[in-house]
């Protein structure tokens, strides 16, 4: 059994929300300290329809089976898990004066989450 933190719950059930599409839109943008980032989370390999977003899920559902496999070996009866998102079609906006950041996919660690909120579709 792992613990997920409440803050990883809430980004998760966040990131289903805005999967789906309902109430608002797809796209979800999470606050961190050094930033916000926007993308559209994929939280199953249907959605994945690039290449290298199938990359990414194929490398995350291999350190997701060594983490498991490692944990078992110590007989703990929890795992810590800090939880994290995979998004797609992704805007990093630095605060100050950085440059934005496209890229295409990026694995968003939700323990560095201060805040998270649903983008409404653009008229």
Known sequence: MQFVSLKSAICQTFASAAASGRPLGRRITFLTSAGSVTGIPVLSKSEAQDKEVNTYQNLLSDADA?????????GASTAPHDGYILLRDVTIRPFGDTPVIK???????TGNVNGVL?????E
Do not use: G, Y
Request: net charge negative; hydrophobic share 50%; no cysteine.
């Open 66 to 74: 060594a983490f498991v496999e490692n944990w078992r070996k110590t």
């Open 103 to 109: 890229q295409n996919a990026l694995v968003l660690f």
């Open 118 to 122: 649903l983008e409404s579709e653009q």
